[in-house]
C-alpha cells in the first residue's frame, strides 16, 4: 500500500507568506515540513549547485512546536546529502548572516510574530533570502518531492500513516559561533563606550534574541535592565500594538525612569521595538527612515504601507526611495535592481525589520550587507543617533515630518473573501468601484489618490490616509492610518475595525463576490 493511501488524515500543503511557509501547527505535520524541506534543498542542488556534503545552516525560534520541526529539518538535509550545523535558538538574521558569511544555505523554524498556535519556515540560499521569483520554481521541486514521498509503500517509507518520521533525529549540538558572529558585527563597529552612563530596559518575553540584546548592550557601555520574561510564547507583533502592549510600555517607563529606551524584538528577533523614554513605541517605518538618516543611505526601498512622512523625509534628504509591496523579498529585489552605485543602498518595512544591501565603512570599520529583516542595527542606530545629537530618544524622532500612524486587524477572516479581494486587485477600475462603495459618503472626502500596489491604499482630501491589505501570514485584514495627528489616527484605524467599520464593509463586498 502507497503511503498516501494509508495516511490516517488528509495532508493540508502549506502556503508561502510574504516571507517563508506559514501554517497552523496542526496542519505542519512531519511529512508536509520535510516534502517542503526536502524540495528546498532539491531547488538548491539545480539553482545554486550546491554540491553533496555542502552544510546547510539551521536554527529556531522559542515556540513549543519548533524543536520537532527542527528535527524534521535535520532528516530532510541529511537525507538530500548535506550536512547540518545547528545554530540553536538564536536570531533569525544571526544565522542568515553567518550563512552568508560562509557562502551556505539556511533554514530557520519560525512563525516570527505570529500566534503560537502556527509557526513556520523560512529558507535562505547562497545570496540570501528566498525570493518571490524562486518560490514557482522551489515549488516544482515540492511537488516532484511530494509525488515520490506519497507514492513509496508504507512499508519503505520514513514515515508511518499519522505522517510522523519513524525515526526522528536528534537535534546536533549547538555551534555557538554562530550568534557570537552576530554580536561581534556589532561589538567590531560601535564602541564599547557607545552608551556609557545609559540605562536601557530590555522587554525579554519570549523573544529568542532576549538574551542577545542584554549581552549586545552591556558589551556597548550600557546599564542593561531584563524585565518581563516569559516562558511561554508571546505573540508581539510590530505591526499590531495592543492596548495592553501600551500599558505595559508605560508602565515600564514609570519604573524606569532613568531608562533612555526600553527596547525588544519579535519572536524571531527580526523586528525592532524602540521605546522611548516616555514609553511611546515608534513604528518601523520612521525607526527606519532614521536609522537611514544616520547611515548616510543613498537608496531606499519601502512598502507601500509606510508612513508618508517616509517619503518627505527621504525627499528632504536627497534618498532615492522606491514603492514596494509588503514583504522583504520585495525590498530586496528592489534593492538589486537600484543603482549600484547609491550605496550604501537600504531597505526597511512598516515592522521596523532593516536591510542593509551593500557593504559600507562605519566609524571607520567595515560593516557587511546584510540583506534580511535585522533587528540589531536599526535599535542600535537609532538610539546613538540620539546620544550623539544630545537628545532624548523622543526628542529624536520629534525631529520627522508630524504625520501620524496607527494599525489594527481583523483576524479569522474567511480564505475565500481574501481570494475574492486579491483576484479584483489587479483591476483598478474594480478596486475604485470597491473604494466608492466602502468610502463613499464618509467625511473623509474625495479620494484623491488610489493605489492598489499591495491592497487598497487611498489618500483622501483631507489629507487623511487608510491602507486595506490582507496579511500574507495569517487569515487577517489589516489596516493603516496616516494623518496629522496620533489621536486621529488611532480613529480612523479603530474605526476600520468595528462592526461595522471599513473592514467590515468591505468583507460583505468581499463575501457576495466569492459566491458569485
Known amino acids: 500500500m502507497q503511503l498516501i493511501e494509508s495516511l490516517t488524515h488528509k495532508p493540508v500543503a502549506l502556503a508561502f507568506g510574504t516571507s517563508g511557509l506559514r501554517g497552523l501547527v ?6 508536509e515540513c520535510y516534502i517542503n524541506a526536502a524540495g528546498f534543498l532539491e531547488f538548491l542542488k539545480e539553482q545554486d549547485q550546491l554540491a553533496a556534503g555542502a552544510t546547510v545552516y539551521l536554527a529556531g525560534d522559542l515556540r513549543d512546536s519548533t524543536p520537532r520541526i527542527m528535527a524534521v529539518m535535520v532528516a530532510a538535509i541529511e537525507d538530500s546529502g548535506f550536512k547540518v550545523v545547528n545554530g540553536g535558538k538564536v536570531p533569525t538574521p544571526a544565522l542568515a548572516y553567518y550563512a552568508l558569511q560562509h557562502n551556505a544555505p539556511c533554514i530557520v523554524v519560525t512563525g516570527s510574530h505570529i500566534p503560537a498556535d502556527r509557526n513556520g519556515i ?22 516532484k518531492v511530494r509525488q515520490a514521498v506519497y507514492e513509496a509503500s508504507l512499508e519503505t517509507s520514513a514515515f508511518d500513516n499519522s505522517g510522523s518520521l519513524k525515526s526522528l533525529p536528534v537535534l546536533p549540538a549547538v555551534d555557538p559561533d554562530i550568534e557570537m558572529s552576530y554580536l561581534r558585527r556589532y561589538t567590531s563597529v560601535f564602541d564599547a563606550d557607545s552608551f556609557s552612563g545609559k540605562q536601557v530596559v530590555v522587554y525579554q518575553h519570549s523573544a529568542v534574541g532576549r538574551d542577545f540584546f542584554v549581552n549586545l548592550f552591556k558589551a556597548l557601555g550600557a546599564s542593561v535592565v531584563a524585565v518581563e520574561r516569559s516562558e511561554v510564547f ?38 525592532p521595538f524602540v521605546i522611548d523614554e516616555t514609553g511611546r513605541f515608534h513604528p518601523g517605518d520612521v525607526l527606519g527612515a532614521v536609522v537611514a538618516d544616520y547611515l548616510g543611505a543613498k537608496f531606499a526601498a519601502v512598502p507601500i504601507s509606510c508612513n508618508d512622512a517616509v517619503d ?16 522583504s523579498p520585495y525590498v530586496i529585489a528592489a534593492m538589486q535592481a537600484a543603482d549600484q552605485s547609491l550605496t550604501p543602498l537600504t531597505s526597511w518595512e512598516v515592522n521596523g525589520g532593516f536591510l542593509l544591501g551593500s557593504d559600507l565603512t562605519l566609524n571607520g ?3 557587511k550587507a546584510l540583506p534580511t529583516r535585522d533587528a540589531a542595527l536599526p535599535i542600535v542606530c537609532a538610539l546613538l543617533a540620539a546620544q550623539q545629537k544630545g537628545l532624548t530618544v523622543s526628542e529624536l524622532f520629534a525631529q520627522l515630518p508630524r504625520r501620524f500612524t496607527s494599525s489594527s486587524l481583523i483576524d479569522n477572516i474567511d480564505p475565500d473573501q481574501i481570494a475574492a479581494f486579491r483576484s479584483l486587485s489587479t483591476d483598478t477600475d474594480a478596486m475604485q468601484r470597491l473604494a466608492t462603495t466602502v468610502f463613499g459618503g464618509t467625511p473623509l472626502g474625495a479620494v484623491e489618490q488610489l493605489d492598489s500596489t499591495d491592497g487598497l491604499r487611498l489618500h483622501f482630501a483631507s489629507g487623511d490616509v487608510i491602507h486595506l491589505r490582507p496579511s500574507g501570514n495569517a487569515p487577517q ?30 468583507l460583505k463586498v468581499l463575501e457576495t463576490a466569492s459566491h458569485e
Open 26 to 31: 496542526s496542519d505542519m505535520s512531519e511529512l
Open 122 to 143: 523560512k529558507f535562505y540560499r547562497l545570496v540570501g533570502e528566498l525570493l518571490k521569483t524562486d518560490e514557482p520554481i522551489m515549488q516544482q521541486h515540492v511537488a
Open 234 to 271: 508571546i505573540p508581539i507583533d510590530t505591526e499590531h500594538i495592543r492596548a495592553e502592549d501600551q500599558a505595559l510600555f508605560q508602565k515600564l517607563s514609570q519604573e524606569y525612569p532613568q531608562a533612555f529606551a526600553i527596547i525588544s524584538t519579535d519572536g524571531d528577533s527580526d523586528r
Open 312 to 327: 518627505a523625509f527621504c525627499e528632504a534628504k536627497g534618498v532615492t526611495l522606491a514603492h514596494t509591496k509588503v514583504g
Open 365 to 367: 570599520q567595515p560593516l
Open 477 to 506: 485584514f489589516r489596516v493603516y492610518s496616516n494623518a496629522s495627528s496620533q489621536v486621529h489616527a488611532d480613529e480612523l484605524a479603530n474605526k476600520a475595525v468595528t462592526p461595522e467599520g471599513y473592514i467590515a464593509q468591505l
